[in-house]
């Protein structure tokens, strides 16, 4: 497997600081598995909030997710969902600073018009383009347009995503014609104008929670998002990932994900928290999990987002006062050595607001711009 540099990011994490960015609310129902949760629509207009909120309280980045076939259910979570790259390029000409990281699965797209669009999308943002590769997991979504490979497997669908990033890295690097021979990815003096603006090329993340999407990231990326049942799960696997990133001779960061209940106190955070949990919606929550190869078993066995989910939180959840929640937030970095978070909310554009005032100027203070 052909390993990659480990390029220069102008990131807080570059230097010893932490990079903070928000998951994009690109779907409805965001991340809270709930009737009794705000109400996140997914639309462009409360993207395009949430986007420019985000950059004017100073975050690193802004990411969304590729998604086409949400989990239905009482509160149909996830069935509306906008393009990840159409949106974020949007974005990217309405903003000045804040990172674009945008996701391609690759089973749905051609390396090289991705290396492309990214490419574009370079331009359109002046060098702030940043590629989330993932390999794609839900067979429904697949399925349904005729896409789904019934003999790759989990792990042979990241032998091809590794291929596929290959191309397209070697699209975004190399001067002239690009042939590349693989078991999945063919390139028949292949072109590809015009490269980033970034040199000598965007970042790349990833999120595989398995091994093989460890390895994958190792090989591939330059950051992972991790994930864990708690704080000594996560770091296991984040010192894991960095070690093994290491002796591969690259430096692979670790982010993880947490959604924010900032209360003015903890106690109102809490009762926040028992509203949400009162709504759990059980009938997504299955359809989740049976979109997730769980109940279906193409995975097997559940990972720590589908059991957490059974809480109605589709990822880690932080909730308290400021104080609390910048508390929670150092001792998680700490505790687990990650070089950075990207934040959910209920509500983002009462969560961010709350966030600048007096949580994200802690966080600065503690770990640097
Ligand atoms: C932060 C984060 C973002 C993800 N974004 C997407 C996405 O946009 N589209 C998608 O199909 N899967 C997405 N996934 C799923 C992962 O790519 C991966 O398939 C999943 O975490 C299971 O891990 P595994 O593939 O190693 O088994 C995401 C996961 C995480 C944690």
Redesign the pocket.
């Known amino acids: 497997m052909p390993t990659i540099s480990s390029p220069v990011f102008d990131l807080p994490s570059e230097s010893g600081g932490k990079d903070f960015g928000i998951?994009m609310p690109i779907a409805n129902g965001g991340w809270i598995l709930s009737t009794t949760a705000p109400k996140i629509d997914g639309s462009y207009e409360y993207n395009r909030r949430a986007a420019l909120l985000a950059e004017e309280i100073g975050l690193d980045f802004i990411?969304?997710?590729?998604?086409f076939r949400g989990y239905g259910g009482v509160n149909h979570q996830w069935d509306v969902a906008l393009d990840?790259t159409v949106l974020m390029s949007a974005l990217a000409a309405q903003t000045k600073r804040v990172k674009i990281w945008t996701?391609f699965?690759t089973l749905l797209h051609n390396p090289a018009v991705v290396a492309k669009m990214i490419a574009t999308l370079d331009q359109v943002s002046n060098g702030r383009a940043g590629l989330?590769v993932?390999?794609?997991?839900?067979r429904d979504?697949f399925a349904q347009m005729g896409v789904w490979p019934e003999t790759l497997g989990?792990d042979a669908?990241?032998d091809y995503a590794g291929e596929w990033m290959e191309a397209v890295r070697r699209l975004w690097e190399e001067d002239g014609e690009v042939t590349l021979d693989g078991k999945y990815v063919k390139l028949d003096h292949c072109i590809s104008e015009p490269k980033p603006l970034q040199k000598p090329r965007p970042f790349i993340v990833?999120?595989?929670?398995?091994?093989?999407?460890?390895d994958?990231a190792i090989h591939n990326t330059d950051a992972l998002?991790?994930?864990g049942r708690d704080d000594a799960e996560m770091r296991t696997i984040s010192r894991r990932a960095k070690e093994k990133a290491k002796a591969a001779g690259r430096r692979l960061r670790t982010?993880a994900?947490a959604i924010i209940v900032q209360g003015e106190t903890d106690a109102e955070a809490e009762a926040m928290m028992d509203v949400f949990r009162d709504g759990f919606d059980a009938e997504g929550f299955r359809n989740m999990l049976r979109a997730?190869g769980v109940i279906d078993a193409e995975?097997g066995k559940e990972?720590a987002?589908t059991a957490r989910a059974r809480t109605g939180f589709m990822?880690p959840h932080i909730a308290g006062s400021a104080e609390t929640i910048v508390k929670r937030i150092e001792q998680a970095i700490d505790d687990t050595d990650l070089d950075g978070l990207?934040l959910i909310f209920p509500d983002y554009e009462a969560g961010l607001k709350k966030l600048a005032q007096n949580v994200l100027p802690a966080l600065r203070a503690r770990y640097g711009a």
Not at 63 to 67: E, G, H, L, V
Not at 206 to 214: F, P
């Open positions: 998951f990411m969304s997710m590729a998604k990840s996701t699965q989330n993932v390999p794609g997991a839900f979504e989990h669908r990241y990833a999120a595989g929670q398995s091994e093989k999407g460890m994958f998002f991790i994930g982010y994900m997730y995975i990972n987002m990822a990207m």
